[in-house]
């Protein structure tokens, strides 16, 4: 059964293109009645006779403003019906992808408040400043087994469906979140945290369903739904970790050295992220799919068609081959406001996951290394109120800076005020107490709230510069190249901490200088990138939606 609602579909096309030929062969009848003072009856009946393709198209072409067809076993059809007929937030759905893009982002950074601590249990640094470099080989492992196959999780999310890559994706948190918790050894740890990245390819899928189930003046929000969760969970993850992580010790009336959390002591908080985990995929059963299941069944009958219509086209020199392939077919890797966006994304990303990794190794490194002293549970509480402060700006204010600045400004904006901030970072070391803990607070809050804004606008620039039919494979191809970088800034930082904790006495940028120093040189970097000629804006209003790009074909 198919259910009608009138917008303006691709069906137009047809329409379009017959109305091109009429006015085509109309100017060539006037030519000829002028050259000869007759009326030319014959050849033009012959002439239209000659296009069958055309004539059958006619018979089912519908009127300039047509139908929307919908398939009533189709999820994305009714997706697309409710856009249509309600012009409001989808909340429900929204409030769905918030949770399991939560659920996805906690064990990225549950480990950072522990894994100094993991690393040091393991015995596998001979020297305290060696403990910083191993434990960014744990952090980059994630990463890099993300990298390696996020684009294979778009082009699956694109052929097979959103909904099955974000179900499996999320059980894959499930299971190895829980075995990297019991990890005996640097290298299971390291294994553990490589196929948790390598198989749970959500992030792209989630990013590609987020902007659909949205109409177009809604897709900053469904896009800053996505990176706020994604944001909560990379801040309120270390929280879990640093509370939960050595219950024995922190709580010996609640749990004994005896038990599995005395064996284990970073057991318990992988344990709940994965019990978390499991609702999530739990509630996935309620998304519906926005990938069309009936596209693939006319597939062979439009191509056809396109090639009768082309051919008739060209026997009378009509340049349309245009027609032939559409924008959205379009090479991604060609596709300059596509890849500039993810280049300046990949940037900030590096950026950001380098400072994730250091701060947390930097505050609970000693006062000798220029550390704060901070014990897993003071980590744990900067980052969660760092993880308030985020949400209530991302919901509240962003999307209104957003509709006034545009996204690239305030990316820019964002990056401006990052650089001075981190500048001050070293000498928070000097400070102690609640002065300590109060500016902390609030630098980490702003300079997480600035980085969720670069972000957000980022992937908003990201998804307007392709098509939804290929949005999936878009965002696989950023989730590469940003897992990428930041599979380095966690080595990276890593390293470049215990590098810097071994020159306290250096006459130019000693100790944690050097680390903040290179890190606002990296938001330098991006910074200059957010202008041309390095970052292409899109155009909306040919970009925005499929249906758009096919309407103006033949404009």
């Not at 993850?237 to 010996?252: C, D, N, T």
């Amino acid at each position: 059964m198919v259910e009608k609602h009138s917008i303006y579909t691709h069906r137009q096309k047809p329409r379009k293109l017959c109305q091109l030929l009429h006015l085509i062969l109309s100017n060539s009848t006037t030519r000829v009645k002028k050259q000869t003072k007759q009326p030319l009856q014959i050849p033009i009946a012959n002439v239209i006779l000659s296009f069958a393709p055309l004539q059958k198209m006619a018979e089912n072409a519908a009127p300039l403003i047509e139908k929307q067809e919908y398939h009533e076993s189709c999820a994305a059809c009714k997706v697309e019906q409710m856009k249509d007929s309600d012009a409001g937030i989808p909340f429900k759905l929204l409030i769905l992808v918030w949770l399991i893009t939560l659920a996805a982002a906690l064990p990225i950074s549950s480990l950072f408040p522990f894994l100094y601590f993991m690393v040091r249990d393991l015995h596998i640094a001979d020297k305290e400043e060696d403990i910083s470099y191993y434990a960014g080989y744990v952090g980059s492992s994630f990463m890099l087994g993300r990298a390696l196959t996020s684009l294979l999780w778009g082009l699956v999310a694109d052929k097979y469906g959103r909904k099955p890559v974000i179900m499996f994706g999320t059980l894959i948190v499930v299971i190895f979140n829980t075995l990297f918790g019991v990890s005996v050894n640097f290298w299971m740890a390291i294994i553990t945290r490589f196929l948790l990245g390598s198989l749970c390819g959500t992030l792209g899928p989630l990013r590609a369903y987020a902007s659909e189930i949205c109409r177009k003046e809604h897709q900053a929000l469904g896009m800053s739904v996505i990176s706020t969760s994604w944001g909560i969970g990379l801040v309120i993850g270390p929280a879990v970790g640093g509370f939960l992580a050595q219950p024995a010790e922190k709580y010996p009336q609640m749990f004994s050295e005896k038990s599995i959390f005395g064996r284990f002591p970073y057991f318990l908080p992988c344990l709940v992220i994965s019990a978390f985990a499991l609702v999530a995929s739990i509630l996935c059963l309620w998304l519906p799919e926005t990938i069309h299941a009936h596209d693939k069944e006319n597939i062979a009958e439009k191509a056809a068609m396109e090639d009768d219509i082309y051919e008739s086209i060209q026997s009378y020199k009509v340049e349309v081959s245009e027609l032939r392939r559409p924008v959205s077919q379009k090479s991604l890797l060609r596709n300059w406001p596509l890849m500039s966006a993810i280049m300046v994304y990949c940037i900030f990303q590096l950026h950001d996951m380098a400072y994730s990794e250091i701060f947390s190794l930097w505050a609970v490194s000693s006062r000798r290394l220029g550390g704060l002293h901070f014990d897993s549970a003071d980590v744990g509480s900067v980052l969660s109120i760092t993880g308030v402060g985020m949400l209530v700006f991302q919901l509240s204010v962003y999307t209104w800076v957003e509709r006034i600045l545009g996204p690239v400004m305030v990316s820019r904006i964002g990056a401006v005020i990052t650089i001075p901030l981190l500048t001050t970072y070293p000498f928070l070391a000097n400070l102690s107490g609640l002065v300590l803990l109060w500016l902390l607070n609030c630098a980490s809050m702003l300079k997480n709230i600035l980085a969720i804004s670069i972000t957000t606008g980022l992937l908003v620039l990201q998804n307007r510069a392709v098509t939804k039919e290929r949005r999936g494979a878009a965002n696989g191809i950023s989730m590469t190249a940003m897992s990428l970088c930041k599979a380095i800034g966690p080595a990276v930082g890593g390293s470049l901490l215990s590098y810097a904790q071994g020159r306290l006495d250096a006459d130019f940028l000693p100790g944690v200088h050097l680390v903040f120093f290179t890190l606002n040189a990296v938001e330098f970097v991006g910074l200059v990138m957010t202008f041309r000629p390095f970052l292409v804006v899109p155009e909306d209003d040919s970009l925005s939606s499929s249906a758009g790009d096919r309407e103006t074909l033949l404009s």
